[in-house]
T-cell receptor, first 111, second 116 residues
Framework: NAGVTQTPKFQVLKTGQSMTLQCAQDMNHNSMYWYRQDPGMGLRLIYYSASEGTTDKGEVPNGYNVSRLNKREFSLRLESAAPSQTSVYFC??????????FGQGTRLTVV | SQQGEEDPQALSIQEGENATMNCSYKTSINNLQWYRQNSGRGLVHLILIRSNEREKHSGRLRVTLDTSKKSSSLLITASRAADTASYFCATPLGKAGGTSYGKLTFGQGTILTVHP
């Protein structure tokens, strides 16, 4: 049982490049989320998907897009990366008992 | 904007001692969660306490919730070196309620160091 799997684990991008962060969960959860974690800031919600076929903005959605490909997969896309998007990105999914499960994170550096 | 604020920002104790971390939040909530993050890893859910609960236990963890003061505390008893981690409180983002329990706003965390 892998839980929440994110790829890649590390990525370096040049300003203006695009990339997609992949996330998959095998726990049959309806809800999935993308967070970013910056030093001294805690985690902030970028986008979430309450169920397959729906997505909504979180606290800091600017510069990002998401796709809920199916119940298992939720991807985050940076269309034109900026240095301000240097961060650690976490995908999560949640069950109805109130517990959110997090992936191991993607450390992204934009130079 | 972040809802939760943890206190202290850092805590250093000896193995066997108790560790207490506090969290304050701003708006009404229907639940509050605590998570742990080991260095360089993802967050791990510790406990969820609902607004109609005052105290909850899980192993060596004790969480309290005071909705009148909009505050919560996490107590780790008989700490171990393996408890060294960052601890975050998290509250629902946006409208309280619903089933998207992972839609959260986090505090900045308390860095706990337990010395052997």
């Amino acid at each position: 049982n892998a839980g929440v799997t994110q790829t890649p684990k590390f990525q370096v991008l040049k300003t203006g490049q695009s990339m997609t962060l992949q996330c998959a969960q095998d726990m049959n959860h309806n809800s999935m989320y993308w967070y970013r974690q910056d030093p001294g800031m805690g985690l902030r919600l970028i986008y979430y998907s309450a169920s397959e076929g729906t997505t909504d903005k979180g606290e800091v959605p600017n510069g990002y897009n998401v796709s809920r490909l199916n119940k298992r997969e939720f991807s985050l896309r940076l269309e034109s990366a900026a240095p301000s998007q240097t961060s650690v990105y976490f995908c999560a999914s949640s069950d109805l008992r109130g517990e959110a499960f997090f992936g191991q994170g993607t450390r992204l550096t934009v130079v | 904007s972040q809802q939760g604020e943890e206190d202290p920002q850092a805590l250093s104790i000896q193995e066997g001692e108790n560790a207490t971390m506090n969290c304050s939040y701003k708006t009404s909530i229907n639940n509050l969660q605590w998570y742990r993050q080991n260095s360089g890893r993802g967050l791990v859910h510790l406990i969820l306490i609902r607004s109609n609960e005052r105290e909850k236990h899980s192993g060596r963890l004790r969480v309290t919730l005071d909705t009148s003061k909009k505050s919560s505390s996490l107590l780790i008893t008989a700490s171990r070196a393996a408890d060294t981690a960052s601890y975050f409180c998290a509250t629902p983002l946006g409208k309280a309620g619903g089933t998207s329990y992972g839609k959260l706003t986090f505090g900045q965390g308390t860095i706990l160091t337990v010395h052997p």
